[in-house]
């Protein structure tokens, strides 16, 4: 099969996908049903925090309950998905009864299970790159994280992605709107709100960055000069370091989005310069983004009102160490605005009912 035979079958794969997304929701469901009785079963509880972190409110009667819970919305979404696959609800209870479900499941998973774990490992990794060159083993250490917690994590990100799309087919057929693109008829290409957004998306990350550069640089802003030198003798500034490096990735990468060169590659680029950048490669990685920021703000925002801050000083004058992180579920909803305005402003014209805009 050559290249063009490839990009001429994936329009229609990717409409099958879609219009099938409501089945793979519900199979995937039933199949976190069955994983989440035998952790029940087994452990007692589902993989959310490690045992040995006692003092978390998960970390017992709490963490049960919300197990159960999770089981539950599981079993009932597995019904659902199938309901609304095989269309055996009313078109507007379908509609509602997923755009409903889909609120509550992304509320519960985004807010209540995951936390920054995965935000941070993937912040962490150029420090963890340079810094393996002198000290192998922390190699070792950064592989012993606890894997079934991330995983359950990742499950449950899957989870809402799925239920964002199920819940847009269901709504898509009840319209009367194209179930593969969402349009009723062709319109405006470019969405107005698309620039603004992006630039408020990029503007956040780049306040943690510029924070993270100057404790580098030895400038102590938003801190007092006493923890900066502390977080100097302890080497912590290489790794925020390195989190500022991420950032200023991530900055870069957004603006992207409303770039030339986020449409097209540069031609300096091996291989792939002048030709036309894939959409999903753009949206698939600033959605999942997206999804992260928003649980890693919320356990933030737990840490520097409930939980404490374990030893790391957080005022008035210590703002910059725990304050940029806290605009992190509005950098999340931003980026996710972004990342659709970007979708809806590439995703040219419809296989499945020709229209574009």
């Known amino acids: 099969m050559t290249t063009s035979d490839i990009q001429e079958h994936l329009p229609a794969a990717r409409n099958r996908f879609i219009e099938r997304v409501p089945l793979i929701t519900a199979v995937a469901a039933g199949c976190y049903s069955l994983a989440a009785v035998f952790f029940l079963l087994t452990q007692g509880s589902l993989p959310l925090v490690p045992a040995e972190a006692l003092s978390h409110e998960l970390n017992g009667p709490l963490g049960t309950v919300l197990s159960y819970v ?35 499941y992304a509320g519960i998973a985004l807010l209540a299970v995951v936390d920054s774990s995965i935000l941070a490992t993937l912040g962490y990794l150029p420090f963890l790159a340079v810094k393996s060159i002198t000290d192998p083993g922390i190699l070792q250490t950064a592989l012993d994280l606890p894997w079934p917690i991330v995983g359950h994590q990742l499950a449950c990100i899957l989870g809402v992605a799925l239920w964002i799309l199920t819940a847009a087919v269901a ?31 990029a503007v956040i990350p780049g306040v943690y ?32 370091l390195g989190l500022a490096i991420m950032a200023l990735l991530g900055v870069g990468l957004t603006l992207g989005l409303i770039q030339r060169w986020g449409s097209v590659f540069p031609r300096w680029i091996p291989f792939v310069g002048g030709r ?82």
């Not at 599981?74 to 209870?93: D, K, N, S, T, W």
């Not at 319109?187 to 998306?201: D, H, L, S, Y």
């Open 70 to 104: 999770l089981l539950s919305l599981a079993m009932a979404g597995c019904l659902l998905g199938f309901a609304v696959h095989y269309r055996l609800l009313p078109g507007r209870a379908s509609a509602a009864g997923a755009t409903v479900f889909a609120s509550v």
């Open 276 to 357: 036309r950048v894939p959409v999903l490669l753009a949206v698939i990685p600033a959605g999942f983004v997206s999804l992260i920021a928003v649980p890693a703000g919320a356990e933030m925002i737990r840490v520097s009102t409930i939980r404490g801050t374990g030893g790391i000083p957080f005022d008035w004058a210590n703002w910059a160490t725990i304050g940029p992180t806290l605009l992190w579920i509005p950098w999340g909803v931003l980026l996710g605005a972004a990342t659709l305005a970007y979708y809806l402003k590439h995703r040219g014209s419809c296989t499945r009912c020709g229209l574009s805009g």
């Open 171 to 201: 709504v898509r057929r009840n319209s009367g709107a194209c179930v593969a693109c969402g349009r009723h008829s062709s319109g405006g290409a470019v969405r107005r709100w698309g620039t603004p957004v992006t630039i408020a998306a």
């Open 209 to 240: 960055a510029l924070t993270r550069l100057a404790w580098a640089a030895g400038m102590p802003l938003g801190i007092e000069p006493a923890f900066l030198q502390r977080m100097q003798s302890t080497g912590q500034v290489y790794a925020g």
